[in-house]
């Protein structure tokens, strides 16, 4: 149900608990204020202690308190939660993810947890010891088994000088995905979480075959759609590995970031996620040919001008060895196709014998006959299955065609 406010702006309550991250939850306001979303920020007393109330009320241009006492004639206690179309905590502490679990309700945060009826999503963020705990994955485990999204901290540098999983997911990533969720759930989509307990591996980005030690061959994918599809699964509740090759994006919250460079290396890395996957989504452009030799010295001009002969080398079809070889039974695996057409066919011939040859359940075919695809922020395509299905989506997002492909593989994996 959407309780939007009378201006029509969604109502989003910004809980904030108390750890050193709370800083970033200012950057994560902004994006929710400017992006014409109704904020109230709730911060817990030691939030407080990290940011101060007024640097809240500012940026959110409301008054802001961390107890039930302030205003009680208006019952903020139960109406902020009852009128929330969505609630994101970030950062969201252990001790937060312990009351959360267990139905506490000493502030005015944790009663807004318990009586908001929309989408809950926790961006934890502590120390990794501390999210390690048995205590802390029990209680995680409790509040996803209750509907709520909690995202999978960052691994990296920690409040002191050592590194681990425990961080903050980038701000503006948090974002991303509150923002996905709160569209889908005003869309109509209540079971939003349909991913919830599965995990997903995509590949973005395109491989570099290397040369030399400065030179490549490579191709012009930017790994928008993989990036795309990883950060919706996150807002359908799924645990994502994203296999990026050489991908200038900001890390998806909540995913676990693989890099790669070679086709190769791609292989292996999917390879070894792909065995506990119920689905995995080949976006990536792997090299087809690498050279049959590196240089280990940089190629040298010819002072007669000639240039020298480069040999390639097929490289494995991934897509076509993990359908084959199926790693786990029931698991669901996609394709892409970028065609253009030819003198033996047009795009969606080609593309069903592709789909064929390969042996996956579902592939998306792009018609980049103008080039299009490549780079850009929108997309268009017809995902066929091979059950003899054939979904047509309309030019739009990168995200949009992300959640149609997200369907088709739900409706394969129930
Ligand atoms: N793919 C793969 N391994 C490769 C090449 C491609 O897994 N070595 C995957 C891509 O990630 C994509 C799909 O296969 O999901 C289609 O790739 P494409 O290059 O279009 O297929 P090809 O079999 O190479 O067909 P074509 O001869 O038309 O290039």
Known sequence: MTRSGPDDRPRVVLGVSGGIAAYKACELLRRLTESGHDVTVVPTAAALEFVGAPTWAALSGKPVSAEVWDGVHEVPHVRLGQSADLVVVAPATADLLAKAAHGLADDLLTNTLLT????????????????????????????????????????????????????????????????????????????????????VVVSAGGTRERLDPVRFLGNRSSGRQGYALARAAVARGAEVTLVAANVDLRDPAGVKVVRVESTAELRDAVLSATAGADAVVMAAAPADFRPTALSDVKIKKADDGSAPTITLRQNPDILKEISTHRARPGAVIVGFAAETGDATGGVLDLARAKLARKGCDLLVVNDVSGGAVFGSTDNEAVILGADGSAVDVPHGTKSALAHQIWDQVVARLS
């Open 116 to 199: 908001a009826r929309c989408p809950v999503v926790l961006a934890p963020a502590m120390h990794t010891e501390m999210w390690e705990h048995p205590a802390t994955a029990a209680n995680v485990a409790t509040l996803r088994s209750r509907g709520v999204l909690v995202i999978e901290p960052a691994e990296g540098r920690l409040t002191g000088a050592d590194t681990g999983k425990g961080r903050l997911p980038d701000p503006e990533e948090i974002f991303e995905v509150a923002r996905d969720v709160l569209a889908r759930a005003q869309g109509g989509q209540s079971a939003a979480l349909d991913l919830a307990g599965r995990h």
